[in-house]
Structure formats: structure tokens, C-alpha cells
């Protein structure tokens, strides 16, 4: 298939394809004292198209991505993940699949529609379907519950999106709502 083939197959997923680069990110994550700490970052995307992927009757085509993520006047990164964005045509079915270096890893989906231009996807701790898995420190300390993300290709070319990682700190009540937001133009197709 040719490049031109697999972005056609992409659904809603197309426009994203290429690399993309946003600095008006805003973090609010837990700080070192496990209080609320906010950040202003830049960050680069890059998608990069494939497919398909056959499993059986299912056909799968995707985005392999790669995120870095800066703090506002930083030399070295804060924040990298690397995963699969993934559009099943037949099931109308956006999923993304990513693990962040600090040990989680997240299966987020959702039904969306091939014309959407503003999609959800979720994933929920224990769920079999979409779920979260953590290593033994981040379940037992900074425990993710729920993750909600939105993404919107917006009518001037760029995208954005907003995450909230909903995380149960250990020795707080309250869930902690770990949200980034940023707004993304694509640098390069």
C-alpha cells in the first residue's frame, strides 16, 4: 500500500499524520510534596502512518507516535511516552495505546465516527477492555483510576487536546485530577 493508501484509511485519525509541535501546553500534576504543582511546556508529536494490521476479520490502520514533552525555559524534558494510535473502520473505533517511562501503560478507546473532528476516548483502572497497568510503586502511591482524553482537529489546521489522568494519591481523599492540555501545528507532513 502506498503512503497516500494507508493516510486514506486512517478515518479520523488522518489529519493527524506528520509531526507537530505546540508551546502553549499547561500541566497541572502532582509536585514533589504530592501538593498541586503547574507547568507551562512545549512539546513535539510526531505520527507516523501504517497498516494494515489484520487480526483475523479485523483491519486495523494506525499512527506509531512518539511524544516529548519541555517545561517552559528547560533544556531537558519532562514528560516522554511512546505508543499506537489505532482506527477500526468496521467497529467506528478510535483507540490509543501508550506507555510512559515511568512505568503505566494505558489502552484508551472510543466510538467515533470516520467525518469526527473532535473525538473521546477513555480507559478505567481494572476494566479488561480499556485499561490502565502500573508498576508496583505508581499503584501503590499515585494509583490511575481513570483516564479521559479529547482530541479536536480544529478549522485552522492545528489540533488540540485535553487529558485528565485521574489519580488517587496515597494518604489524600480526593481524586487528584492530573490534567495537560496543549494546542499542536503541524512542522512537517
Known sequence: ???????????????????WEGDKGDDTAPADDRSVEK????????????????????ELFGLRYSTVAWRIGE??????????WLWDKKEEMVMRCFIVPRG?????????????????????????????????????????????????INDDGSFSYDEDTQIQI?????????IDKNVLRRTKT
Open 170 to 178: 496515597k494518604g489524600q481523599s480526593a481524586t487528584f485530577h492530573h
Open 104 to 152: 503505566i501503560t494505558v489502552l484508551a478507546g472510543g466510538k467515533v465516527r470516520s467525518s469526527d473532528r473532535t473525538f473521546k476516548l477513555s480507559a478505567e483502572r481494572g476494566s479488561t477492555q480499556f485499561g490502565i497497568t502500573a508498576s508496583p510503586f505508581l499503584d501503590a502511591e499515585f494509583r490511575t483510576t481513570k483516564y479521559l482524553l479529547t482530541v479536536t
Open 75 to 84: 533544556p531537558d524534558a519532562f514528560h516522554e511516552e511512546t505508543g499506537y
Open 39 to 58: 507547568n507551562k511546556y512545549r512539546e513535539r508529536l510526531v505520527f507516523e502512518p501504517f497498516g494494515p494490521v489484520n487480526n483475523h476479520e479485523q
Open 1 to 19: 500500500m502506498t503512503p497516500a493508501e494507508i493516510i486514506a484509511n486512517l478515518g479520523p485519525l488522518a489529519p493527524l499524520a506528520g509531526i
